[in-house]
């Protein structure tokens, strides 16, 4: 196959996208994949101990480096399947038209939509999370007071109102992509800054490392893509996305070097990644 397609075709880069741009999209795909995505850190919430967290987190990068060969070699071979064809990004469903019975082209379909909604359903459930747990009782202090069912109404009617702007916003543009354009714009700005000090942090040898460097990495990082993107306008994906990343990481390590918070609490956090919790009966049979 790699013999027979277009030249160039089999290229690692092409167009505007550089080895530098290829390294930081890299590194910011397995951070982000890996659970520096509200979504996907969910993996490691719902585990009972920190060793079954860490167990989960190597099936899930093992698993990674098997799916993308499945995912992409296809769209590799499009041009050989599909020769001439104009819209690149419509590989896929030019080749289940040709390759699929019209049955399990129906199943295509219907895997799609399926897909979509539980990936929009597990996001809008982070999202509303974050807001009735962290965001909410911080800016609203009332919210503290609300019982369990209170709490989970409140949940309930953020999920609704963040699906509903977000199919709003569709519908006004004419599905012109806009909602599309928006999710990239804020995974470019924030995913470098948020996920290194949120992945980096779970690590033993960045202790040192508190919430002040978490903090400003956060902050400066975005300052930067905010500047890169909007301020001086630059149409450089490598700069857009690098030069955020490597900021934010500078500024996490150096502030952890200079400024260091190491806390016994933190210490305790991090051990617990390589120990499973005593069971009750133990404890008790021990005391």
Known sequence: MWDQ???????????????????????????EYNGGMWNLAQRYMAAPSGSEA????????????????VLFIPMC???????GLAKPEQSYVAMSQLLLPSG??????????????AMVASDANAISSVITRD???????????????????????????????????????NGQGVVLKIVVDLVAATMGP????????????????????????????????TVVKWGIGSTDTTLVVALPLATSLVVYVGMGWLLPERRESVDELLDSLNTDPVPARRTAAVS
Do not use: Q
């Open 5 to 31: 397609l277009p030249a160039g075709h089999g290229s690692a880069l092409n167009g505007p996208y550089t080895p530098i741009f290829l390294i930081a999209f890299l590194f910011i795909k397995t951070f």
């Open 54 to 69: 860490k167990r989960s987190a190597l099936l899930s990068s093992a698993l990674w480096l098997v799916w993308p060969l």
């Open 77 to 83: 071979a499009a041009p050989l399947l599909v020769p």
């Open 104 to 117: 399990l082209i129906g199943l295509v379909l219907a895997g799609f939509f399926s897909h979509t909604m």
């Open 135 to 173: 965001l909410g009782p911080v800016l609203v202090p009332k919210l503290r007071s609300l019982s369990d069912a209170g709490l989970l109404k409140f949940a309930r009617y953020t999920t609704f109102i963040f699906v509903t702007v977000s199919m709003l916003i569709a519908i006004i543009t």
């Open 194 to 225: 948020i996920a290194i000090p949120l992945m980096l942090g779970l690590l033993p040898w960045f202790r040192r490392s508190g919430s002040r460097a978490a903090i400003a990495s956060w902050a400066i990082g975005l300052i930067v893509w």
